[in-house]
């Protein structure tokens, strides 16, 4: 099954652990801190991979998680860090966010990766916390949380060659005459509702890769007969082949009525190198309509040729003059991954405000992070955090607010404290 669109929920790796611990040896009464650090969390990696051509995987397993970091250990011991997560994605992969549909990143390069969780840095052992006043450190960080989010996936396919038209015209017959891929044909409309892509060998040193998009009708560009879902798989595509039904009351109308569907879709679609291929040229009607067919087009710029799907007349020449085409066509600078996970605000913010109970909300990006790395049963940790509390600006800015003695302040959803002066 063909899958062009889909929706996962990604998760890095958590950081190790930092470990508080003193030295313990046979006669060392007072052995330093020792602390280790935690390991790194695993990223969670998009990876392009040209051996797939859908996201139909994505149906069946849609949750990645990365592995957590290890806990650091005693005599300065690192924790391990985890693996990477790599899921690998088809070409032509777009990624977006699924609440803000923010872009992400465009996938479109053999081995091309996007990290879209970045793992959690290891927590800092006691051993950092050693300072010519204070000695024996009871203070150590936990790793820093993993990031999460849901993305959309959203396939185009790449090809050299798109292959457009109204319902019926030859299209699946066009690419199974001249490629291995075997689309579904028959004799009534919309036989393909699903882009078929193909490879063509013109010759040992030359192939072509064709796409066959469904037939496009009036008012595809918004959504009629799933068009706009089809019309995106022709924004890759270098060149487009447009097939016109021999047999059609009106081809000429056809063939404008296809390139309206395109140009109100993306404007740019038009812009395309295309060549018009006439099908069913086997069938006397449609070889009588032939000239009269090439003069309209030859007066309005499109190079035209004759063809028969069905019996491949002409059907290796159209492919050269494809490829030739396609040799004229300016060669694009490959498209890197946008960044991901650019703050768009300072992380230092904060904001304070009370819930429905009356108590006191601090919420910011870095404040937050904090709480999250601070082990809250260790007396030194907790020190440390109140300290950020000063550095940042959220004690005076609480007592600004109005806290009093014995006020209860949440630090985001998760953490509580008493105020105490």
């Known amino acids: 099954m063909f899958v062009d669109e889909a929706e996962i929920y990604v998760r890095s ?48 397993i849609s949750r990645f998680i990365a592995e957590d ?45 996007l990290i879209v969780a970045r793992g959690g840095r290891g927590g800092r052992g006691n051993t950092h916390f050693v300072t010519p006043s204070y ?105 487009i082949l447009h097939l016109l039904d021999g047999l059609a009351e009106d081809p000429i109308a056809d063939f404008d009525q296809t390139n309206q569907e395109m140009a109100l879709f993306d404007e740019k679609l038009i812009e395309k190198p295309q060549l018009v291929a006439f099908n069913k040229m086997d069938i006397p009607e449609a070889a009588e309509r032939w000239p009269e067919v090439e003069k309209f087009l030859k007066r309005k710029g499109y190079q035209a040729m004759p063809i028969s799907a ?33 703050p768009k605000e300072d992380p230092r913010k904060f904001e304070i405000t009370k819930d429905a109970e009356g108590d006191w909300v601090v919420r910011g990006v870095s404040i937050e992070r904090a709480a999250k790395m601070t082990f809250w049963e260790h007396s030194g940790s907790v020190r440390r955090f109140q300290t950020l509390l000063r550095t940042l600006g959220i004690e005076d800015a609480l007592r600004d607010a109005g806290v009093q003695n014995g006020d209860t302040v949440m630090i985001g959803d998760d953490f509580e404290m008493e105020w105490i002066e």
Not at 144 to 169: S, T, W
């Open 13 to 60: 790796g958590k950081g190790g652990d930092g470990m508080m611990h003193f030295h313990r040896e046979k006669y060392v009464s007072r052995g330093g801190p020792d602390g280790g650090d935690g390991g790194r969390g695993g990223d969670l990696i998009l990876k392009v991979d040209r051996r797939l051509n859908t996201l139909a995987q994505f149906r069946h």
């Open 69 to 113: 970091g290890q806990n650091g250990g005693p005599n300065n011991m690192t924790g391990r860090s985890a693996e990477d997560k790599i899921v690998l994605v088809p070409a032509g992969t777009i990624v977006r966010d699924a609440v803000t549909n923010d872009l992400i990143g465009d996938l479109i390069n053999e081995g091309q990766e």
């Open 135 to 239: 000695q024996a450190p009871r203070v150590a960080e936990k790793g820093a949380p993993a990031e999460e989010r849901r993305l959309k996936l959203e396939l185009k396919l790449i090809a050299d060659v798109g292959i457009v038209g109204v319902p019926n015209a030859g299209k699946s017959s066009f690419l199974a005459a001249v490629t291995n891929a075997r689309p579904k044909i028959a004799d009534y409309p919309f036989t393909t509702i699903e882009p078929n892509l193909g490879v063509a060998e013109l010759d040992l040193d030359h192939t072509l890769v064709l796409s066959d998009i469904p037939g496009l009708i009036e008012g595809a560009h918004m959504g009629v007969g799933l068009g706009d879902s089809f019309l995106r798989h022709i924004q890759r595509t270098k060149v």
């Open 310 to 342: 069905a019996t491949g007349q002409n059907v290796r020449d159209v492919l050269w003059k494809l490829y030739e085409m396609l040799q004229n066509v300016p060669e694009e600078l490959p498209t890197e991954s946008l960044p991901v996970y650019l």
